[in-house]
């Protein structure tokens, strides 16, 4: 007869904080922290910031609930409370809070809103917007009255993109001067683009079904780009229209007798938070020393390297483009153009803004202008 074992499977609830270095997993797992918390905060702050948002300097407070089997830690279960302080003081902090009421538990804000769970949600957590929908705008190279037929976000290369709505794949790949670009059918005659991305989500095709926020790429800057940045689009009925009036990350208030019960636990929780000490900056990790020259113990000079010995070895270089940097020409033009030529001009010049210098974002008809 089997004998049960009892795993002693415990959810244990503790305060702590961290400093916000270059790279976000290794500071917090300096504090003692295990791999997995990046995915907790995102859920917890609900699309209103993110973890790739967050910047040097920063620091994040929480009450963290952790599950753990034999003592083990098996997963973060979920965030009670939690604080981002950006490193501008200028910058109000930003807190969420789990809490469960009269219905399925879930995250809200200090004033008790969440997202609206029916609703669209913006593909760039985070993100602010670079360059609005503009029609009329005139091309900051062309000189001509070119549409820019998106919403840009700003926000570094390798960011998550995630699906604005739950719809169906209809392209994956490169498309002229839009570089990697994913295009999704909704509900409603509704079709998304996302573009000028460094690479897909694994595994990612045409025909796919995607959910709400389901990652489909990374922010780059392939196709005719100046910087790292995502080119969001809209279509209805196969015209363009602007984004925002899908009205990304709409709210909704809890339900009003929950508001008081949500006060009475905030305040409990926000007094937990504010317990927390702020942490100081980790020292700056120490340069490596050179080290000091060997001398010959005969007085000799030590030998030269025998010819060809590594030679050239600090002069490698990757001779191939990078992933996404060398955009593909249209075979039948690229409508971001206008019926112009695309050659030499997929590959994107380097340069410290983000904005669009055009992107073909829309179906095999290429008389329109993506852009």
């Not at 340069?287 to 030590?302: T, W």
């Amino acid at each position: 007869k089997g004998e049960r074992l009892d795993m002693k499977v415990r959810e244990e609830e503790f305060a702590i904080a961290f400093y916000i270095g270059k790279d976000f997993e290794k500071s917090y797992q300096r504090a003692g922290l295990e791999k997995g918390l990046g995915r907790v905060i995102n859920e917890a702050f609900n699309g209103r910031t993110s973890v790739e948002a967050f910047e040097e300097g920063g620091v994040v407070r929480l009450v963290v609930v952790e599950k753990t089997a034999l003592g083990r830690f098996v997963r973060y279960e979920r965030v009670r409370a939690i604080e981002y302080r950006p490193p501008d003081p200028e910058k109000a902090p930003e807190r969420a809070y789990w809490f469960e009421g009269q219905g399925k538990g879930g995250y809200v804000d200090e004033k008790g809103r969440k997202p609206s769970a029916q609703g669209w949600r913006s593909p760039c957590p985070g993100a602010p917007v670079t360059s609005h929908f503009n029609p009329t705008r005139l091309h900051p190279v062309l000189k001509k009255v070119m549409p820019h037929n998106g919403t840009d976000f700003g926000a570094p290369a390798g960011t998550p993109v995630y699906a604005a709505f739950r719809g169906e794949v209809s392209w994956v790949g490169m498309r002229g001067a839009s570089g990697n670009l994913v295009l999704i059918e909704h509900p409603g005659g509704v079709q998304t683009g996302y573009a000028h991305l460094s690479r897909f989500a694994p595994s990612l095709k045409v025909g796919d079904k995607v959910g709400t926020r389901q990652l489909v790429g990374y922010v780059g800057s392939t196709g005719r780009s100046t910087g790292p940045h995502l080119h969001f689009s809209a279509k209805r009925d196969g015209k363009f229209f602007d984004a925002l009036e899908l009205k990304l990350d709409a709210i909704t208030l809890l339900p009003v007798g929950d508001r008081a019960t949500f006060m009475g636990q905030k305040q409990s929780l926000d007094q937990a938070l504010e317990s927390i000490p702020l942490p100081e900056p980790p020292a700056p990790e120490p340069e490596p020393q050179p080290e000091p020259d060997q001398a010959d113990p005969d007085g000799a000079e030590s030998p030269e390297p025998a010819e060809g010995a590594d030679e050239g070895a600090d002069e490698r270089s990757d001779e191939g483009p990078d992933e996404g940097d060398e955009g593909s020409s249209d075979d039948g033009g690229d409508e971001a153009d206008q019926g112009e030529s695309d050659e030499g001009r997929d590959e994107p010049k380097p340069s410290s803004g983000s904005e669009d210098l055009g992107s073909d974002l829309s179906g095999p008809d290429l008389s329109g202008d993506f852009e």
